[in-house]
């Protein structure tokens, strides 16, 4: 069966500190991977999407950045975290496009 | 920007009623889907209905489509108190990406 991590699972960070989420994947291959950000009692805001390794599709612009070293492993960055950067963080995969997606435990992000 | 938006924003039902949620959506969609997510944890795949598909049911999940009003609809039966989460919508258009909804909030009291 599949599964899907995600690491750390709460994460406080002071303003200006670079940042590593970092989420892989087991029981599939090639998948179709997704970092959302998640503000608080709202809806999923997706950040980036990937196809395959090396392939990133961004979409929303701003200070984060998404990587994808290896078929099963998604990584988020960021230089330099914002006050606004702080958020509930969610890893997805699919097998492919538009279709179900699974979800990983998610990452809570909190910058003071 | 969120294609899909959940009706109402949330929901107070005593255990044993059923709840009703719904969902619309502005452009045409390959299908539909439905997400729980109880608090502070990842989202959870519930139903997927496709866009040639008009009712589709799940254990006490029963989800309906209707392409010519852009709207889609979940019933959850008999609920429970373990029922208690968010409910979101998210509609599968154009390439890769689904677009998720703000999501109902449903509390299911003893």
């Known amino acids: 069966s599949q599964t899907i991590h995600q690491w750390p699972a709460t994460l406080v960070q002071p303003v200006g500190s670079p940042l590593s989420l970092e989420c892989t994947v087991e029981g599939t291959s090639n998948p179709n991977l997704y970092w959302y950000r998640q503000a608080a009692g709202r809806g999923l805001q997706l950040l980036f999407y990937?196809?395959?390794?090396?392939?990133i599709s961004s979409e929303v612009p701003q200070n984060l950045s998404a990587s994808r070293p290896q078929d099963r492993q998604f990584i988020l960055s960021s230089k330099k975290l914002l006050l606004s950067d702080s958020g509930f963080y969610l890893c997805?995969?699919?097998?492919?496009?538009?279709?179900?997606?699974?979800f990983g435990p998610g990452t809570r992000l909190l910058v003071l | 920007s969120q294609q899909g938006e959940e009706d109402p924003q949330a929901l107070s039902i005593q255990e044993g009623e059923n709840a009703t949620m719904n969902c619309s959506y502005k452009t045409s969609i390959n299908n539909l889907q439905w997400y729980r997510q109880n608090s502070g944890r990842g989202l959870v795949h519930l139903i997927l209905?496709?866009?040639?598909?008009r009712e589709k049911h799940s254990g006490r999940l029963r989800v309906t489509l209707d392409t010519s009003k852009k709207s889609s609809s979940l019933l959850i039966t008999a609920s429970r108190a373990a029922d208690t989460a968010s409910y979101f919508c998210a509609t599968a258009f154009g390439d890769y990406k689904l677009s998720f909804g703000a999501g109902t909030t449903v509390t299911v009291r003893a």
């Open positions: 990937s196809v395959g390794i090396g392939q």
């Open positions: 997805a995969w699919s097998r492919t496009s538009g279709e179900t997606q699974y």
């Open positions: 209905i496709r866009s040639n598909e």
